[in-house]
């Protein structure tokens, strides 16, 4: 059972406008929640993140906004840059030694000029 | 530059051979990570370490096998491998488990033919 979720396979957005990529869990456990950059044939990048006893955190153009109840975190970028076309994957941590980062399956954002 | 190198970059197998991917970090972190990542599943843990000497199975662990005699290299190896393992496989080390993310390698990508 897929416990970070990323049911958007595809976003685009033309530059200057807000890019808004979603991110659902269903372990209410997790303890912290990022977001990595992944461009083609290079490795996924760190892009932020933010703990469970935190509704948002900003980052320059990125802002990640979580909500406990529903379950569910966003990342928006403003404004969106043709640079910033790349997938995106959200994980998300127990917080706990000996575990590891639980990753959903992506969404590919492509910002148009 | 510090960071975490993968060799090799390619391979192309044919089914039943074997090899071993190897991954190397300079920045002294405890834990290292094996992901596999595929069309449409996004990055699923294959093994990981928590220390030197230690393994411990991901998501995905069957075909493979790990060791990390030392504390900054992590290999990977397939004893005989099928065409369901092709796939980019990336390696990532960190602190902890936790917060600070992890910084991923560029990938390997293996072809089983």
């Known amino acids: 059972d897929q416990q970070v979720k990323q049911n958007s396979p595809s976003l685009s957005v033309q530059e200057g406008r807000i890019s808004i990529l979603n991110c659902d869990y269903t372990n209410s456990m997790f303890d912290y929640f990022l977001w990595y950059k992944k461009y083609p044939a290079e490795g996924p990048t760190f892009l932020i993140s933010i703990s469970s006893i935190k509704d948002k955190n900003e980052d320059g153009r990125f802002t990640v906004f979580l909500n406990k109840s529903a379950k569910h975190l966003s990342l928006h970028i403003v404004p969106s840059q043709p640079g910033d076309s790349a997938v995106y994957f959200c994980a998300a941590s127990l917080g706990q030694a000996g575990t590891a980062l639980i990753f959903g399956k992506g969404t590919t954002l492509s910002v148009s000029s | 530059n510090a960071g975490v190198t993968q060799t090799p970059k390619f391979r192309v197998l044919k089914t039943g051979q074997s090899m071993t991917l190897l991954c190397a970090q300079d920045?002294?972190?405890?834990?290292m990570y094996w992901y596999r990542q595929d069309p449409g599943m996004g990055l699923r843990l294959i093994h990981y370490?928590?220390?030197?000497?230690?393994?411990a199975k991901g998501e995905v662990p069957d075909g493979y096998n790990v060791s990390r005699l030392k504390k900054q290299n992590f290999l990977l190896g397939l004893e005989s491998a099928a065409p369901s393992q092709t796939s980019v496989y990336f390696c990532?080390?960190?602190?902890?488990?936790?917060?600070?993310?992890?910084?991923f390698g560029s990938g390997t990508r293996l072809t089983v033919v």
């Open positions: 370490s928590v220390g030197e000497g230690t393994t």
């Open positions: 990532a080390s960190s602190w902890d488990s936790s917060f600070y993310g992890y910084t």
């Open positions: 920045m002294n972190h405890e834990y």
